[in-house]
């Protein structure tokens, strides 16, 4: 099918992309996730949550150090549903009991959305947080230059203390800038935009999926910024290598150090390059679709970015381009934060949140029969529910053959309830899949428990209402038992 041209070739930064991503995550909001396909697992998981909880307090334990008492204001940009901002929480105050007399902190969650901010606001799992007065949620752009206004407090945070940027999956969704160097010649990327004939007039965001890309490039010979400094070093070091230059999270750093005279803390995760060799040889200039879309990040970059503005960045020893963690602090020599680089080392450098989901991976293709060993990997990744989905028919299986180890799996089930966020409605199988371990495992108080919650969340289902019955069966309750059959007996099969 022949294309038409939605944008003649334009500087890769200036491009009318980013306004559409702006657009897409505005119409989809929660649909981002439950429909579009955003990746978000990797970045929301337990294991990444509680590597950042642990950094984070290791980070805050260095600057007790100097002061007898601080304040504390985390921003987790681009939050969408807010699951890793729960399970951040959740861990946070564990992991900073030993020192919660001498700080007070508040978490900020950031969306370009309003109908997620509100989604925030009312789920049950942030509101404890909100009622005590911890979380809080603001509209933010990456590029925006006036205050960030609290919507729960009220605050408009012009002045900041200590703080702590969160960006998960956010740098590789704003504004790069594409380069390329030739024989010592620099040259910027310019991009032209195609889609298929059948799809003019208003961009509606789902064709998104159908755009094309075309680059080339044009030799520059101003100054260029933030990058100028940057663009000296790839001269230097890189021929004929087109390469990207995350333009919009050096302004978002610039942005919120602007507003705090302090070091400032950023921990991110996301697809991109760490080393030179990666920059030299992956293959960056291109768009992952996914109802939205993504470019990879050259953590590189902005390694040296921060080097260049007396501060340092720590990234993996084996950084993998699919998924990497980065901690990188702004106005900050390394000899001043030991407990960070050591947190650092343990959580990521060591053993990565992607580590453990590429051993679960291999172990997929395993056909597990032990439950014990089912319940030490789910123990080593933090209890993550995902996994548990994953390892349901293996669990169900073992425990057909092992009847031992009730402790150790009763304290799983609720440790992965614990850890549970739900997003949208579909996700009550969840639940539904605990209460089925629960009842098969004897524990049928439990069972109940984990069915009615996910009732609340879900709503009613036959499948739901007969296993119900089943559990107040068990327990010895016949008139709860009969009700949940009758309830069942009006409802369709297929029926919500």
């Keep these: 099918m022949s294309r038409h041209i939605v944008e003649e070739f334009t500087p890769f930064s200036k491009s009318l992309l980013w306004k559409l991503q702006i657009k897409a995550y505005q119409e989809f909001a929660l649909k981002a996730w439950?429909?579009?396909?955003?990746?978000?697992?990797?970045?929301?998981?337990?294991?990444?949550?509680?590597?950042?909880?642990?950094?984070?307090?290791?980070?805050?334990?260095?600057?007790?150090?100097?002061?007898?008492?601080?304040?504390?204001?985390?921003?987790?940009?681009?939050?969408?549903?807010?699951?890793?901002?729960?399970?951040?929480?959740?861990?946070?105050?564990?992991?900073?009991?030993?020192?919660?007399?001498?700080?007070?902190f508040k978490y900020v969650m950031t969306d370009i959305s309003e109908e997620n901010l509100l989604f925030l606001e009312n789920h049950f799992r942030l509101r404890?947080?909100?009622?005590?007065?911890?979380?809080?949620?603001?509209?933010?752009?990456?590029?925006?230059?006036?205050?960030?206004?609290?919507?729960?407090?009220?605050?408009?945070?012009?002045?900041?203390?200590?703080?702590?940027?969160?960006?998960?999956?956010?740098?590789?969704?704003?504004?790069?800038?594409?380069?390329?160097?030739?024989?010592?010649i620099k040259e910027?990327?310019?991009?032209?935009?195609?889609?298929?004939?059948?799809?003019?007039?208003?961009f509606i965001s789902d064709w998104i999926s159908d755009l094309e890309m075309e680059s080339k490039f044009e030799e520059f010979l101003e100054e260029d910024g933030k990058a100028s400094e940057l663009l000296d070093y790839y001269s230097n070091h890189l021929d004929n290598v087109p390469f990207l230059m995350p333009l919009g999270a050096f302004e978002v750093l610039e942005g919120f150090q602007n507003i705090?005279?302090?070091?400032?803390?950023?921990?991110?995760?996301?697809?991109?390059?760490?080393?030179?060799?990666?920059?030299?040889?992956?293959?960056?200039?291109?768009?992952?679709?996914?109802?939205?879309?993504?470019i990879p990040v050259s953590y590189h970059a902005l390694n040296l970015y921060l080097k260049n503005r007396g501060g340092f960045g720590l990234l993996p020893k084996l950084p993998d381009p699919k998924f990497l963690s980065m901690t990188g602090l702004l106005n900050g020599e390394e000899k001043d934060f030991p407990h960070l680089i050591q947190a650092f080392n343990v959580t990521i450098a060591d053993f990565e949140p992607k580590d453990y989901w590429l051993l679960i991976g291999e172990m997929?293709?395993?056909e597990i029969t032990s439950l014990?060993?089912?319940?030490?990997?789910?123990?080593?990744?933090?209890?993550?529910?995902?996994?548990?989905?994953?390892?349901?028919?293996?669990?169900?299986?073992?425990?057909?053959?092992?009847?031992?180890?009730?402790?150790?799996?009763?304290?799983?089930?609720?440790?992965?309830?614990?850890?549970?966020?739900?997003?949208?409605?579909?996700?009550?199988d969840l639940w539904q899949n605990l209460g089925v371990i629960a009842f098969e495992a004897a524990f049928f108080n439990h069972a109940i428990n984990y069915f009615e919650e996910a009732i609340r969340w879900g709503g009613e289902t036959k499948e739901l209402l007969q296993n119900l019955a089943a559990a107040f069966f068990k327990i010895g309750d016949m008139e709860k038992a009969k009700a949940c059959q009758q309830k069942a007996k009006l409802l369709r099969v297929d029926e919500c």
């Design 128 to 184: 404890p947080f909100f009622d005590a007065g911890i979380a809080d949620t603001a509209l933010f752009f990456h590029n925006q230059k006036e205050p960030i206004k609290l919507r729960k407090s009220h605050q408009t945070l012009d002045q900041l203390n200590n703080a702590i940027l969160i960006a998960n999956y956010f740098f590789d969704t704003i504004p790069q800038e594409l380069y390329r160097v030739t024989g010592g």
């Design 372 to 428: 014990k060993l089912l319940l030490l990997l789910l123990k080593l990744g933090g209890f993550d529910p995902a996994i548990f989905f994953t390892f349901f028919p293996l669990i169900r299986k073992a425990l057909e053959l092992d009847k031992g180890n009730r402790k150790e799996l009763l304290n799983a089930l609720e440790e992965v309830s614990e850890n549970f966020y739900p997003v949208s409605k579909s996700e009550r």
């Design 188 to 202: 910027k990327g310019f991009v032209k935009l195609t889609l298929p004939e059948n799809k003019k007039g208003d």
């Design 364 to 366: 997929e293709n395993l």
């Design 260 to 294: 705090s005279k302090k070091p400032l803390l950023f921990l991110a995760c996301d697809q991109g390059a760490a080393t030179l060799d990666q920059v030299r040889h992956e293959k960056w200039i291109r768009l992952d679709k996914h109802g939205t879309f993504s």
């Design 34 to 104: 439950t429909e579009k396909g955003v990746p978000f697992y990797l970045t929301s998981s337990p294991l990444t949550a509680k590597s950042f909880a642990w950094l984070s307090s290791a980070y805050i334990e260095d600057l007790l150090i100097q002061n007898e008492r601080i304040e504390i204001i985390f921003f987790d940009l681009g939050a969408g549903t807010g699951r890793f901002a729960y399970l951040f929480l959740k861990f946070f105050q564990e992991l900073s009991a030993p020192f919660k007399d001498r700080i007070s």
